[in-house]
């Protein structure tokens, strides 16, 4: 597939292959300047973008700033433009446009951003290894570690969030470098502010992100560094192993008083598999797929020592030659919480910039932090253009000392009232009518458990959540 969801991934090289498919908008890609086809310059202009609208209805769910009832859209266009030449040099830059209508609860900081700058850099080739180049690139980018496998979409500490209509994105630079069996990346950035959550990592107060940065420019967050390694290793057949270290450093007396005060280091390891099982044919008529993850967090938050962690699993099945090819899996999540917040120690685990929507429940009621999942999921392809899921969350507290964190990474409600905080039910259809246009349809209802009890967290679950949208994505 040609798009992807960071836009300067993109590849188009397959128009040169004989009787390659015609995409909508491929015209506009790899265009050659000057020159002509027997002397090019090896200069090319890329041009292109998405459109997308997104229906919503919710009601009760633990949104930032309080659950509430509402509809309203979501409008989201982004515009690229992309110039190469050759192998050696880049310039990049994408816009994007994310507005919000008809909405009667307060905006949130993923929800609105006019007119701004997405991404803004150039790539320098620098050397080579395995014969292939190695990049530094310096400016305005998005971030997306974890490679999609057959069980998981990955993005499990680092993601631009795609499901946010703003996207996140950071100010700095990268070393980055494709090799035969080894992907290596370096990077050290500042967070764009704008869609980054409130939690730990973002700091700010919703309605004063979205306040500021609506009619103003975005600005990096100069409080803090975001840095580490990420390496792929696929020297084993059927296997992916990624090792990746990354250090959040923050300073709020430089930037921000309501933010953490410290270092916190993250040392992770992902690995995925898969495994298929052919017929007399050599063909596969079962797959196992699974996706196992983990992380271990040191280091200083406002004077404690850190000692947090996640691990999470994913095993899955899939029926090659049943008829709507069925994928049956099992989830499992834990993400530390504070056992003893008088014990000197900070056992909460910070979820950083993972892809929250894929994992804790499409309703996006919890982040990461203190929390168990455990999930079933199923999906069908009934035609090649459309997929249905189904998934059922049982959502517990790692430690019933600590507090429920919402989508955003901040505290809610009251700690010790119980570690039952519900159950979801998730149900999902998407058509792609080409890889240019698709449509989804998502509907969710969440239970509240025994925790949302009492004078404090009882009017946060006092009803029980609901969700529905509708959204339109074309991409040219």
């Known amino acids: 597939m040609p798009w992807k969801s960071l836009y300067f991934d993109n590849d188009f090289s397959y128009k040169t292959k004989p009787n390659a498919p015609h995409f909508f908008g491929e015209e506009l890609k790899n265009m050659p300047l000057f020159g002509d086809d027997c002397e090019p310059s090896g200069l090319t202009l890329s041009y292109g973008g998405e459109i997308r609208h997104r229906y919503m209805d919710e009601n009760n769910r633990l949104r930032p700033g309080g659950p509430g009832r509402s509809t309203y859209d979501l409008l989201r266009w982004r515009q690229y433009v992309d110039l190469k030449w050759g192998q050696d040099f880049r310039v990049y830059v994408e816009g994007v446009d994310a507005s919000i209508h008809n909405n009667e609860l307060a905006v949130t900081a993923i929800d609105k951003n006019r007119w701004d700058v997405l991404n803004a850099f150039f790539d320098l080739k620098i050397a080579e290894r395995d014969d292939k180049p190695v990049y530094f690139r310096a400016g305005r980018q998005e971030l997306l570690y974890g490679t999609p496998s057959g069980a998981s979409p990955g993005q499990q500490v680092i993601s631009p969030l795609e499901w946010g209509n703003t996207r996140r994105n950071f100010d700095g630079f990268k070393l980055f470098s494709k090799g035969d069996t080894w992907d290596i990346d370096l990077f050290a950035v500042r967070p764009v502010n704008t869609a980054n959550p409130t939690g730990a990592f973002g700091g700010r107060p919703a309605l004063t992100a979205v306040g500021k940065f609506d009619n103003q420019f975005d600005e990096a967050d100069y409080s803090r560094w975001f840095s580490g390694v990420y390496s792929v290793y696929r020297g084993i057949k059927d296997n992916t192993i990624e090792p990746y270290y990354v250090w959040l450093q923050t300073d709020s007396a430089k930037h921000d008083p309501l933010c953490a005060d410290g270092n916190r280091h993250t040392l992770g390891l992902r690995w995925t598999m898969t495994k298929p099982i052919n017929d007399e044919c050599d063909q596969p008529w079962i797959v196992f797929a699974s996706d196992t993850e983990g992380a271990y967090q040191f280091g200083k938050d406002n004077g404690l020592n850190v000692q947090a962690g996640f691990f999470t699993t994913k095993l899955g099945t899939t029926f090659s030659q049943v008829a709507w090819t069925p994928q049956l899996s099992l989830i499992y999540y834990w993400g530390s919480g504070d056992s003893d917040p008088t014990d000197g120690k900070n056992s909460t685990y910070d979820i950083l910039v993972p892809l929250n929507h894929a994992y804790w429940g499409i309703i996006d009621n919890f982040a990461g932090q203190n929390l168990n999942d455990v999930a079933l999921q199923a999906t069908i392809k009934p035609h090649a253009k459309l997929t ?62 025994s925790h949302f009890s009492g004078p404090v967290n009882g009017p946060l679950g006092a009803n029980d959540a609901m969700q529905l949208y509708l959204q339109t994505s074309l991409r040219y």
């Open 388 to 449: 249905g899921l189904a998934a059922m969350h049982w959502f517990t507290l790692a430690s019933n000392s600590d507090k429920v964190y919402n989508v955003a990474g901040a505290p809610v409600g009251a700690a010790g009232t119980g570690t039952d905080v519900g159950q979801e039910l998730d149900l999902i259809a998407t058509y792609a009518h080409s890889p240019n246009f698709d449509v989804q349809f998502g509907y969710s209802w969440f239970w509240y458990g």
